[in-house]
């Protein structure tokens, strides 16, 4: 979450820059999700269908006893979460990382981030918090004594929260060698070009700038240098691109890609789900099926059952495809077409159902342990080995495994959770550099109730009018505060204020003036637990003031 007011979404902007995990809440209009501005969203919707973000309603059952921002659809999305969720449930180790960057106090919004990261550690994740100092001083250009003097602020408001230090990780990405290194091994996976898609980078752009993004990355796959597991990472929507980036970059590092396979030739993302359905329409209710099915029946098949576009088709997505940031060549290369072709040039080979270990990075020494590993029926091929008794869990446990225990990294993708922006208290855009838009952790009391009771409501032009259509508590700043923080974990209040709103029963005036007398004793209270963390903040090996001023 930066600390310079929200904009419209410019690529030619020479000064932008947000920390990857740090919650991007504030401000809110495009849905070009642009990681280094103040985007905002005005239709969530559209993120699952344009970008493949899944609904978090979809995920919340699997989830034990969820946080209240997931329960208020607050948080609104997830890539994967699936495997956090499993993980929790069955007692197996899993982490969760989101980072700050310290360009000024922190506020409401980055509190969301706060919780959601002692919500996981307080569910027995390893939980890690960091300060993005690297990408503030590279991407903002603040001095080292300003970040110093923010550093202490947000590990301050962190601790008071009940972020517990013993039972997770803190850390500067200055001070941490193990990130640089990760991430100068990460930078030899991607390349300018990319980059400069993603972010907008040009010729001007300073090589430190990018450097930062390879630093992000490491970030978010530093927990994984522990041991490989479920990892996830709090973010804003606009964070978006920084996780598919990381998550593709995760699996380029991997030395082995765990593909369903039909043939012995490869099959692209898009074309696999077409042969998996020839398949099974030639093998159904046949015993023998699979020594019987040739290439050249399934090509037969496709071309007269299905029709020659691949958006009408109703077919499985794939498990194997990646999280791009760009369209694959695939998708625009007719794959129904591609499908067909590989098949009949195939001939007569049986098509079967196997597991395909492909060899993306493997040191000889790996590719042959892992050849060694596969037991039961299997077919080595030159970059590739094929196993006819191994599903597709059994596989990719495999070959983490092997690449493990050959000096590999075995990264799992990274999991992410998106939550909604905060609105501005004045209405529109909630912006660092508007006083009177947000509330900062360290307002005084007083200030925090001023700006509370100033704020822009849903409510109707006059009291009778209120009371006759109810107020608009979707569209209001102060029902959000509730929803978001006043309320806590007591879901009926929220749920009261929220259904006294709609009903015409609230007036705005004692709406605000509740929600200010509870923001006042909010934040009376977490400045008092900023003090009493100082000792423990000190106590910490954590340097507050940098060697590099």
């Known amino acids: 979450m930066d600390d310079d007011e929200p904009h419209e979404v410019d690529a030619s902007a020479p000064d932008r820059g947000e920390a990857v995990a740090d919650g991007g809440a504030e401000g809110a209009d495009e849905v070009a999700l642009d990681p280094w501005g103040s985007s905002t969203v005005d239709d969530y919707r559209k993120l699952f269908e344009e970008f493949g973000i899944e609904e978090f309603d979809e995920v919340l059952e699997e989830v034990p006893h969820p946080h209240y921002l997931m329960r208020r659809g607050v948080i609104f999305g997830h890539r994967d979460y699936r495997r956090i969720a499993a993980a929790m449930r069955e007692d197996e180790p899993f982490a969760a990382l989101s980072g700050f960057m310290p360009t000024g106090d922190p506020h409401v919004g980055h509190k969301l981030v706060f919780d959601e990261l002692i919500w996981h550690q307080e569910r027995g994740g390893d939980v890690y918090g960091l300060i993005a100092d690297l990408e503030a001083h590279a991407a903002r250009g603040l001095s080292w004594e300003e970040i110093d003097e923010h550093t202490e602020s947000y590990l301050l408001s962190l601790l008071a929260l009940g972020f517990d230090p013993e039972e997770g990780t803190l850390y500067r990405q200055s001070t941490n060698r193990e990130v640089q290194d990760l991430a100068f091994e990460l930078g030899t996976k991607a390349n300018f070009s990319e980059l400069a898609a993603i972010y907008d980078f040009d010729g001007e752009t300073e090589v430190s700038y990018m450097q930062s993004v390879v630093t992000q990355m490491a970030d978010i796959l530093y927990p994984q240098l522990v041991e490989p597991r479920p990892t996830v990472i709090p973010v804003g929507p606009d964070q978006d691109p920084h996780m598919r980036l990381a998550r593709d970059l995760a699996a380029r590092m991997r030395y082995f890609k765990v593909t369903e396979a039909y043939a012995s030739f490869e099959l692209d993302d898009a074309e696999r789900p077409l042969v998996a359905r020839a398949y099974e329409a030639l093998a159904s209710g046949d015993d023998d099926a699979e020594t019987d099915v040739r290439c050249t029946d399934a090509a037969a098949w496709l ?39 590989k098949l009949e040039a195939a001939g007569k080979e049986p098509l079967r159902p196997r597991v395909r270990f492909f060899d993306r990075n493997a040191t000889p020494e790996a590719f042959e342990a892992l050849i060694e590993a596969v037991a039961g029926e299997k077919r080595v091929y030159e970059g590739h080995v094929d196993s006819f008794e191994l599903d597709r869990e059994e596989a990719e446990a495999l070959a983490r495994e092997v690449e493990v225990n050959h000096g590999g990294y075995g990264f799992v993708a990274p999991s992410s959770i998106y939550h909604r922006f905060m609105t501005g208290l004045t209405g529109g855009k909630m912006s660092s550099s508007v006083p009177a838009s947000h509330i900062s952790l360290l307002d005084d009391p007083s200030e925090g109730y001023d700006k509370v009771t100033a704020a822009t409501t849903g409510g109707r032009e006059t009291a009778e009018l209120q009371r006759e259509l109810g107020g608009e508590a979707d569209e209001c700043p102060v029902y959000e505060l509730y929803a978001y923080l006043l309320a806590g974990d007591d879901d009926e209040f929220a749920a009261e204020v929220y259904e006294e709103c709609v009903t015409g029963q609230r007036l705005c005036g004692d709406c605000k003036e509740q929600a200010a007398e509870l923001m006042e004793a909010f934040l009376a209270d977490h400045q008092e637990k900023r003090e009493e963390a100082r000792e423990l903040l000190a106590d910490l090996d954590l340097a507050l003031e940098s060697d590099r001023r």
């Open 303 to 341: 071309e007269a059952e299905l029709p020659d576009s691949p958006d009408s088709l109703d077919l499985p997505e794939s498990p194997d495809s990646p999280d791009t940031l760009d369209s694959p060549d695939s998708l625009d290369s007719r794959p129904l077409a591609g499908a067909v072709e």
